[in-house]
């Protein structure tokens, strides 16, 4: 077989970010009345994708300032998840609107993937952020196309090219150029909270092997409420189980509001813009504006959590920044 045609990264920004252009078979083109409605339109496609990404960057910081709070991951994604969940139901009816229902079969599928992509990636990220920066996991994230690029390559025997494989290597060099530097200053915690966040990017990469052929017969917008909302019961189940329900009582308010913003800025409102923007420039062109995502998380980490920037966080961002934008144009 020849090399994979592999599109624009489908993770430039949140764990999710931006998930619908991830679940397109090829790049949507942009609107075609974009590029002649003014300077003001025009810059609102890029504006909606660069901000969504920042939006979803938010998400790693929050959490870590919730952790200070002494709450812990099973409670903090049931708050988030909870938050979330009448929007993921909005999105659902939206989607479904003047459509037959799903079939059982499709719910089932839409119903695995939501576990995979949705519930046991943002639980495994949740438990890695517990050890590493917001700034390790954000580039962790990252990699999510080289990681769909090698499943494609184990689970179907497509092959990439020698300027895929030299991406690849330059991103991975970066990550562990500041995974190294982050073991150095917090010790073997780092290799549990890394290993973690590579689980969850596993799981992610996964979810979008598998959800292409979905997408096409059900729609993105339909597919990412149903398997948000699945996701969402999951978080609130798994809280049901393993921590009694009088503990809500004992979380700290700070939580609350934390998870607030959360559930609606970091989780709803970044998938919104990243669809609108889209619409407007294509799902190529917002995935580029989006490489906006990690750096936002390196700046707000240093700002807002007081996490070292060094001269290996810079270098091993920008080769995981240069490595991922060479992969999203080799062919």
């Given at each position: ?63 870590k ?30 989607a479904?609107r ?42 962790i ?10 499943l ?89 189980l393993?921590r ?18 959360n ?27 989006g ?41």
């Amino acid at each position: 077989m020849g090399a994979i045609k592999y599109g624009p990264a489908p993770r430039a920004g949140e764990a999710w970010l931006p998930r619908i252009a991830a679940m397109s078979a090829s790049p949507l083109p942009a609107s075609p009345t974009s590029a002649s409605a003014g300077p003001a339109a025009a810059w609102a496609g890029p504006a909606l994708a660069m901000g969504g990404a920042v939006a979803f960057s938010g998400k790693a910081i929050i959490v870590k300032l919730a952790y200070r709070h002494g709450v812990d991951a099973v409670t903090l994604i049931m708050l988030r998840m909870a938050v979330a969940l009448p929007f993921f139901l909005l999105m659902c009816w939206w989607a479904g609107r003047g459509r037959a229902p799903l079939p059982w079969r499709d719910r089932g599928i839409a119903a695995a993937l939501g576990f995979s992509g949705y519930y046991l990636s943002s639980y495994l990220d949740f438990l890695g952020l517990q050890y590493i920066t917001a700034s390790l996991e954000r580039l962790i994230l990252y990699l999510t196309p080289s990681v769909v690029l090698l499943l494609g390559r184990v689970l179907h025997g497509k092959r990439a090219s020698g300027r895929q494989w030299a991406a690849m290597a330059l991103a991975y060099f970066g990550l562990v150029l500041v995974f190294g530097h982050e073991l150095t200053l917090v010790g073997p915690r780092v290799a549990l909270g890394a290993g973690l966040v590579v689980a969850s990017t596993l799981s992610y990469a996964l979810y979008l092997v598998y959800s292409g052929e979905v997408v096409q017969r059900i729609g993105a917008l339909r597919l990412t409420g149903w398997a948000s909302a699945v996701a969402s019961g999951l978080c609130l189940a798994q809280f049901a189980l393993l921590r009694p329900l009088s503990s809500v009582m004992d979380i700290a308010p700070p939580v609350w509001w934390l998870s607030l913003l959360n559930g609606t800025l970091c989780t709803v409102l970044p998938v919104l813009m990243v669809m609108l923007a889209i619409a407007r420039i294509g799902s190529g062109k917002a995935a580029q504006y989006g490489m906006v995502g990690p750096v936002s998380t390196i700046v707000l980490g240093v700002l807002i959590l007081g996490e070292p920037f060094t001269g290996w966080v810079a270098a091993g961002t920008l080769c995981v920044l240069g490595g991922v934008a060479l992969l999203a144009r080799a062919r």
